[in-house]
């Protein structure tokens, strides 16, 4: 039935997409596109501010609201700077195996109207500003690992560090004409690139610093879960530039990767709820929006590679395992990721990379380069399994480690950690010199 | 003249109010407070991690009457709160040995 349903999308979907301008040889820029771009970059970077930075606030303590918001606003500002003067360039520029030119340094160059070899149909401007708004969100999802207890002037160095020698690599590996994208690994919006890569990172940082203080003692229960609905609400609506952008043109690949996107939140919300009603007793709200997220990260590889039915088939896995992970294994292993970075991003990134090599419908990546488009196991091609998982495990490697390195060179540098003292007066007061009353 | 101070339940501050007023009681002073009895606290789980919650909110009364008033104010008093759930509160019943109302220089019973 699925199978049926497939084919006849199939053709549906693979005419449109020859018929779409934006697949046109060559580099034209296109007016719809170039609307659709725009209106996505403003999406994503919505996702940031003021989305992820009320999402995570309203799950601090009351004396650490603003210094969490604070992480989501700096490495808004940080990374843009960073991005413009090299960030951009090593990552999308040239086709190094392993990174990319200095080429676009200072975005050296960019004339009003050059148009970027990875995206034909819009202003390289834009190219440059919407991959900015990937990062700038990478980096502010790993601090959360560290909510309550990370000095920001740390933060600011890790910012730095993180976005040219983690962020910026595997950024150009998976995307950027890098070895992993040329191998054949698909990753249509960043599961490894933004999920998995940031969840890893923020999984290591929660080792390296250590618990919060009173973890497993004292109640270190949200503070105003109404601002992370509201930050979930702004995620999830910026989720469909995140995704439908990632298409880089207005069509129907887009609206595809929109679809699949919001029912895969959907299915991930309904899943969680069910899950912990079931195990808990109640169907809590904050179990609704961590599903919802869940959902959301899970299909991001896959989004534009999957169609509906396969999206909620993810969205119910992501559910599944990203509850497990932030409810059994997080407890079990022991570490204080204080927002659960890991156990929703890091999870739902591996999950959804490796489900897109299963549930890959090659109607939706027909190119004229490749006929078949890229086929999941489910159509017959196993070895797309294998790819996502050697994509994974690099992501996984080089995440890891370099953050590890990163964290104890900035740990030599200046304290990590706020003093004991700081930690338990509140981040609010301490860090900035500021408090909810 | 006697001092109440009550501990009810917060959703029943309207109820208590409209009945002392009824029994001619002019003013009272109502803070948010936190505190077990009884019913002791919930359970509460965010993803996982559980958390017991020992201090629930309550709202505290105090109310300070004439002492012949004192039968009326407690019955209004006790009927408006009652729930008949645990967690309803307590009443406790002090004595006042002064009061002066500061505007005027009122004392005692003039100054309630």
């Not at chain 1, 999957?306 to 407890?331: N, R």
Request: hydrophobic share 55%.
């Amino acid at each position: 039935m699925i199978r049926a349903f497939a084919r006849l999308a199939s053709t549906t979907i693979a005419t449109a997409l020859i018929a779409s301008p934006a697949l046109a040889q060559g580099g034209k820029i296109d007016g719809a596109d170039t609307a659709w771009m725009i209106s996505a970059t403003a999406l994503v970077l919505m996702m940031t501010i003021p989305g992820l930075a009320l999402f995570y606030a309203g799950m601090v303590r009351k004396k650490n609201v603003l210094a969490t918001m604070a992480q989501s606003l700096a490495a808004t500002f940080l990374v843009s700077i960073l991005w413009a003067v090299v960030g951009y360039s090593l990552a999308f520029t040239g086709d190094g195996a392993f990174i990319g030119t200095l080429d676009r340094m200072f975005l050296n160059g960019m004339g009003m109207d050059e148009i970027s070899p990875l995206a034909k149909t819009i202003p390289e401007s834009l190219f440059m500003i919407y991959q900015m708004t990937f990062a700038i969100i990478t980096v502010a999802l790993v601090a959360g690992s560290v909510a309550d207890r990370l000095r920001f002037s740390a933060f600011l160095l890790f910012c730095t560090f993180w976005l040219l020698l983690v962020y910026v690599p595997i950024a150009h590996w998976v995307w950027g004409g890098g070895f992993l994208g040329a191998a054949g690994v698909i990753d249509f919006a960043g599961g490894t690139v933004v999920h998995l890569n940031a969840g890893v990172a923020g999984l290591v940082a929660a080792y390296v610093l250590g618990a919060r203080r009173g973890y497993g003692s004292d109640n270190l229960a949200p503070y105003d879960l109404t601002l992370a609905v509201i930050g979930t609400g702004l995620l999830w609506v910026g989720w469909f530039g995140f995704n439908g952008g990632s298409a880089l043109g207005a069509n129907s690949r887009a609206a595809m990767a929109i679809v699949s996107t919001h029912l895969a939140a959907s299915a991930g919300a309904f899943t969680w709820m069910a899950l912990e009603w079931w195990t808990r007793g109640k169907p809590s709200v904050l179990g609704m929006i961590s599903g919802a997220v869940a959902g959301l990260g899970t299909i991001t590889p896959a989004s534009g590679f999957v169609m509906p039915m396969q999206a909620i088939a993810i969205g119910i896995i992501a559910g599944g395992v990203c509850f497990w992970a932030c409810t059994w294994l997080k407890l079990k292993v022991g570490y204080d990721d204080s927002l659960d970075v890991f156990g929703v991003h890091g999870v739902g990134g591996f999950t959804g990379t490796l489900l897109a090599g299963v549930f890959a419908v090659g109607a939706l990546s027909v190119t004229p380069e490749m006929p078949n488009g890229v086929q999941g196991l489910l159509e017959g091609n196993p070895q797309q399994v294998v790819m996502q998982a050697y994509g994974i495990a690099v992501t996984l490697l080089w995440s890891g480690v370099m953050t590890f390195i990163i964290l104890k060179v900035i740990g030599a540098l200046v304290a990590l950690r706020v003093r004991n003292e700081d930690e338990v007066m509140g981040l609010d007061v301490s860090m900035h010199g500021e408090a909810l009353q | 003249m006697k001092m109440v101070v009550a501990i009810i339940k917060p959703f029943k501050l309207d109820e208590v109010r409209e009945a002392l007023t009824r029994v001619g009681v002019h003013g009272m002073t109502v803070g948010e407070v936190k505190g077990y009895g009884r019913q002791k606290g919930h359970t509460e789980i965010y993803r996982g991690a559980e958390y017991a919650v020992n201090f629930l909110p309550k709202l505290r009364l105090e109310i300070a009457i004439a002492s012949d008033q004192l039968n009326r104010v407690m019955e209004a008093l006790a009927a408006a709160a009652r729930t008949g759930q645990i967690g309803d509160g307590k009443i406790f019943v002090l004595p006042v040995e002064q009061a002066v109302r500061i505007r005027t220089g009122e004392t005692d019973v003039d100054a309630l």
